[in-house]
Nanobody, 124 residues
Framework: QVQLVESGGGLVQPGGSLRLSCAASGSIFSINAMGWFRQVPGKEREFVAAISGSGHTTYYADSVRGRFTASRDSAGKTVSLQMNSLKPEDTAVYYC?????????????????WGQGTQVTVSS
């Protein structure tokens, strides 16, 4: 079994920055590519960013490209999402997800493991 725990959410003013982290534990040998998704009440979970098992390939949603950066440590146990120039529309619960394939995916259903989520609120 794999456990994913997100941290780093909070309240930030528009234009500010936050760094989310996701720590993996348990059977981490079974996970490779990881992703970040977000969800607001009443809407479907949406793709934010994804990173390959090696960390060399990243995908971003158009809405965050150039502002958000995904990375992972060399051991592959922790992935991070650096969020800059935050906007009120970035407000959501952010989830970390993992899959067995080394290829990153933008589709929530292709991820078998999920964290509990962390709230990000962008407001003045």
């Amino acid at each position: 079994q794999v456990q994913l725990v997100e941290s780093g959410g909070g309240l930030v003013q528009p234009g500010g920055s936050l760094r989310l982290s996701c720590a993996a534990s348990g059977s981490i040998f079974s996970i490779n590519a990881m992703g970040w998704f977000r969800q607001v009440p009443g809407k479907e979970r949406e793709f934010v960013a994804a990173i390959s098992g090696s960390g060399h390939t990243t995908y971003y949603a158009d809405s965050v490209r150039g502002r958000f950066t995904a990375s992972r440590d060399s051991a592959g146990k922790t992935v991070s999402l650096q969020m800059n120039s935050l906007k009120p529309e970035d407000t959501a619960v952010y989830y970390c997800a993992a899959r067995g394939s080394t290829i990153p995916s933008t589709r929530p259903y292709e991820h078998g493991y999920w964290g509990q989520g962390t709230q990000v609120t962008v407001s003045s």
